[in-house]
């Protein structure tokens, strides 16, 4: 992970609510590649079995292959950066626009959050500056760059061909510049894209055997990974997200990359303690924590974005939420 440095025996793991500046007019990102109405080369051909649920309020259309061709369609470059380093592309990618999507299914509101789900489950969010076109991201050689201007497409076709992998539909970002993105926005098996009620972005940040924030749309990866996913049900409802080892696995100083859980130091002994914003707390020892599926860091509640009081995550078990509105983690060794 990105900008990690070595902590000290106290771990604290602090949330931040980073604001995200709105923009009064929604208009059409700047192309990145050449724009066309339908091919005009020979014809790839079409997947049978490829299409997308596009949903805004009460407003929802499906889109097989061949609709989705018939959709204004934009090709150019694009690639991503993987957490451990690794640099996928560029490729050539030919798709819709997501904003282009968007519109042909009912009017853009003024803020929005977008949803995407893939066909596993796993889900990923953007921020409505990330579908304009505002990423952070890389230089050709994964270098950070700052923000950078993309446009999101969901792709049909990798260098005129359907995709190789991640297909039959994918999410990826194009840039005339060669520049990269974070490779969890590079969602697989597109099935479901939803416009939800704008959601504050925030970051986790933690300070440990290895120290780096954790943003918001990083927690959702993780929590709605099939590997990685978790759900408890307390009465009816029912609370999803990610067991509370895997959180910690992040900053132990194993591969926390994968998030591979250290259970050498689980072994030799910590607490965690872990605050919510009012000053409440619980802790939690090592041993009782690892590899514990049975307590959750949730981020959603009955399949939706939890909201305020537990929003952003909450600390749940099969007996309740132990702590709502989670602020801060501080891992303790034992001396």
């Not at 889900?123 to 500056?129: G, L, N, S």
């Not at 230089?139 to 061909?161: F, H, K, M, Q, R």
């Not at 981020?299 to 939890?306: E, F, I, K, S, V």
Request: glycine share 12%; net charge negative.
């Amino acid at each position: 992970m990105e900008g990690r440095q070595i902590g000290a025996v106290a771990i604290v793991a602090i949330l931040l609510v980073v604001g995200v500046a709105g923009i009064v007019v929604f208009l059409p990102p700047a192309g990145n590649g050449s724009t066309t109405t339908t091919p005009t080369t020979t014809d790839p051909g079409t997947d049978p079995d490829a299409s997308v649920l596009v949903t805004i309020g009460e407003d929802s259309e499906t889109y097989n292959f061949s609709e989705l061709k018939g959709l204004p369609s934009i090709t150019g470059e694009g690639g991503y950066r993987k957490s451990t380093g690794t640099i996928v592309g560029p490729f050539t990618y030919t798709g819709v626009t997501m904003y282009s999507l968007l519109s042909s299914v009912a009017e853009v509101p003024a803020g929005y959050t977008l949803e995407v789900i893939s066909g596993d489950g796993y889900t990923t969010y953007f921020t409505r500056a990330q579908v304009e076109g505002r990423f952070d991201g890389y230089t050709p050689t994964g270098e950070p760059a700052g923000i950078i201007n993309c446009t999101l497409v969901l792709a049909y076709y990798e260098d005129s061909e359907p995709l190789p992998s991640g297909g039959p539909l994918r999410i990826a970002t194009l840039n005339e510049d060669g520049n990269l993105t974070d490779g969890h926005f590079w969602a697989k098996d597109v099935a479901n894209i939803t416009l939800l009620d704008e959601v504050q972005p925030w970051e986790l940040e933690l300070l440990g055997i290895e120290s780096w924030n954790m943003t918001h749309d990083e927690y959702y990866s993780v929590a709605s990974c099939p590997h990685h996913a978790r759900d408890i049900d307390v009465g009816v409802d029912t609370y999803s997200g990610v067991a509370l080892w895997t959180i910690i696995a992040g900053m132990d100083g194993a591969d926390d990359n994968h998030f591979l859980f250290n259970g050498t130091l689980a072994v030799e002994g910590y607490d965690v303690v872990i605050t919510d914003d009012e000053g409440n707390n619980v802790t939690i020892s090592s041993i009782s924590l690892a590899y514990n599926t049975s307590i959750i860091v949730a981020g959603w509640l009955n399949g939706t974005l939890l909201e305020s009081p537990h929003w952003p995550l909450a600390l749940v078990t099969s007996a309740g939420v132990l702590l709502s509105n989670i602020v801060s983690m501080q891992m303790t060794l034992v001396e």
